[in-house]
């Protein structure tokens, strides 16, 4: 099966930054569009950045536009979400997850087939 491991999460003062990894565990499926989300207790996840395969494209959740940075390297079979900025809305788990099986929009959770155990981002005001 596919697994994928975060890091990089904790805590942090409001303005500051931190830089998520997630490991897939295999190296052909890097070869897929990957996606950040994130959810608090009792929330919908809610989408955060989205990667093409070849990372020519993109996407961005209104609330981190300007601010978070996703980035791939299919050689180490790892995706990276850049937070910079940090403010305490921002306080979360945050999940990273691969589109395998299905196709479209990457901005829709239901479009992720396989997900990492999520980190927790603290931020504090």
């Known amino acids: 099966q596919v697994e994928l491991v975060e890091s990089g999460g904790g805590l942090v003062q409001a303005g500051g930054s931190l830089r998520l990894s997630c490991v897939v565990s295999?190296?052909?499926?890097?070869?897929?569009?990957m996606g950040w989300f994130r959810q608090t207790p009792g929330m919908d996840r809610e989408f955060v950045a989205a990667?093409?395969?070849?990372?020519?494209?993109?996407y961005y959740g209104d609330s981190v536009k300007g601010r978070f940075t996703i980035s791939r390297d299919n050689a180490k079979n790892t995706v990276y979400l850049q937070l910079n900025s940090l403010k305490p809305e921002d306080t979360a788990v945050y999940y990273c997850?691969?589109?395998?099986?299905?196709?479209?929009?990457?901005?829709?959770?239901?479009?992720?087939?396989?997900w990492g155990q999520g980190t927790q981002v603290t931020v504090s005001s």
């Open positions: 990667i093409t395969w070849t990372g020519d494209k993109t």
């Open positions: 997850a691969v589109q395998l099986y299905n196709s479209g929009s990457l901005s829709y959770a239901r479009m992720y087939d396989f």
């Open positions: 295999a190296r052909s499926f890097t070869g897929y569009p």
